[in-house]
């Protein structure tokens, strides 16, 4: 069976909220059901924590930029381990993996993560190492990850 993306079934979620509440006539309208409303919910939070997750690329390439280093491209296997390790880090608490990854955890934006990230210098060697050219970045529960190739 093939695989839906998230936005594909955002988007069939909301078609079928959109027709049941825009029928014709008040009798016709039928109430969303619940389980509707929380798979809508469900990824629009999803959605919600990915469009953060590359927020946070944007903002360390637009550095990159200002320090004439090259932009990292985005990874989806490096963003699937972030995200992996961030929640793994939820269940078992705060610990340092590999050494091509930067932790950080208290906030929800990729803002608070850059930030945490650049005022700290080894995580900053890390954003801005000329010889990464990939990056992913994952966020579960407030703990973010970094992973670099």
Known sequence: MKKLSLIT??????????CELTAASESQRKPVPPLVSQAVRAVQTVLDVAEEELRCLQLVNEERIRRKLPVLEYDATLATASRNWSA??????FKHGSGREIIARGGHSAIFAYRIWMNSPPHRAQLLNPNYTATGFGMVNGFWTGRFR
């Not at 793994?88 to 608490?93: H, N, S, V």
């Open 9 to 18: 079934l955002s988007c069939v979620l909301g078609t079928l909220v959109f």
């Open 88 to 93: 793994t880090m939820t269940r078992a608490g």
